[in-house]
């Protein structure tokens, strides 16, 4: 690892662990004074959130909370997150991680420390990025991987025991996990001219069988589904700091429409946070036009679904006349369509046909 890289990691590992020992010291200091120990921090109630057109995603308002250890009904939760907070600095002191799952049952694992399930664990670590204004992966704490990348980008890791170690992520045929490792890591170079972003692992597979990252000069990244925050984050590097222009391909339904919306302009859940929105990306399809065009096989909406058209219809994120027309054709039609809906062509028309006709190459 260079010297460089080496001591812009370590600075960051320390800068994190000040951050929370400073919150200790907060505390701490409160209660020295014989103080009630109270933490500030923005609210994120859902009347405290709202979109920014220029930003093109959602933010957290200016009201502020202070929660309280005074107030009974905040004992619990505070408790929690300054317990969450030790845990944290913890995981960054020792140069360790841990998934959300796992800091539930260490949680448990501590007598005076109660949750009714993983969800309130997942709020309290969420309440302890807005207080701290860092993302959760900041403080080691990472969700499960499912999602994977491929391409030639050459990556050199930063996490013990492998800080220094080089990889193409091209050396795997399945793709590499987005985990830990992956995300940490230091981007060293790449010939990719743009990134293509997949909903399902079948197509990224048959997007890897044909070689699609040398037929497009492309960096492929798949979801699985909605894209956890640490995949977003790794295309908001590629497209800011790469320059790397992003083209997202999800199903033609209301659920793949929200894939790439939240690529392109985040989400409610993650509005106290910047860096996991690419506003720049492009959503290629399937939309309900190709329906049309290629007169792709397709169900019925559901109930559910139709609900959910509804709603994108009235979100602002989905305001532009490209979102709007296409939301109208998949409610006139009453019908959807998946990514292997082009099968139906033959098992390789996505990468000969589809997607250079999208990708204008």
Do not use: C
């Not at 020295?32 to 959602?58: A, K």
């Not at 972003?197 to 990252?213: D, N, Q, S, W």
């Amino acid at each position: 690892m260079s010297k460089k890289v080496q001591n812009d990691s370590e600075r960051k590992r320390e800068t994190m662990e000040k951050s929370l020992t400073q919150m200790g010291q907060l505390i701490y200091d409160q209660i020295q004074n014989r103080e009630f120990p109270w933490i500030h921090m923005q609210s994120r109630s859902t009347d405290n959130i709202m979109y920014d057109p220029d930003e093109r995603q959602y933010i957290l308002g200016p009201r502020m909370i202070r929660r309280h250890s005074r107030n009974i009904r905040h004992i619990r939760p505070f408790t929690q997150l300054i317990w969450t907070s030790w845990f944290a600095k913890e995981l960054v002191r020792q140069r360790k991680t841990s998934t959300l799952r796992e800091v539930y049952y260490s949680a448990r694992g501590q007598r005076d420390i109660e949750y009714s399930g993983q969800q309130e664990s997942d709020n309290i670590i969420t309440d302890l990025e807005v207080a701290l204004n860092r993302a959760r992966e900041d403080f080691h704490i990472f969700p499960e991987e499912r999602s994977s990348i491929f391409g030639d980008l050459t990556i050199e890791y930063t996490v013990p025991g492998y800080e220094g170690r080089r990889t193409n992520l091209t050396d795997h045929p399945d793709g590499a996990m987005i985990g830990p490792a992956v995300t940490s890591s230091n981007f060293i170079e790449t010939t990719a001219d743009k990134v293509l972003v997949v909903e399902k692992g079948a197509m990224f597979t048959r997007l890897v069988e044909e070689r699609a990252h040398e037929k497009f000069n492309a960096i492929l990244i798949h979801t699985a589904g909605q894209s956890p925050r640490a995949t977003r984050g790794i295309i908001n590097r590629l497209n800011k700091d790469h320059g790397l222009p992003v083209y997202i391909f999800t199903d033609a339904d209301p659920w793949g429409l929200h894939i790439a919306m939240v690529i392109i302009s985040g989400s409610a859940n993650a509005a106290h946070l910047r860096g996991l929105s690419t506003p720049n990306a492009q959503w290629i399809g399937v939309n309900g036009s190709d329906i049309i065009e290629y007169k792709l096989p397709t169900e019925p909406l559901s109930e559910f679904d139709r609900k959910r058209l509804t709603e994108l219809k009235k979100d602002p994120r989905y305001a532009r006349e490209l979102w709007q027309k296409e939301l109208d054709i998949l409610i006139e039609l009453d019908q959807k369509a998946e990514l292997e809906a082009f099968s139906k062509f033959g098992l390789t028309y996505i990468v000969d046909e589809y997607l250079p006709a999208k990708l204008g190459v």
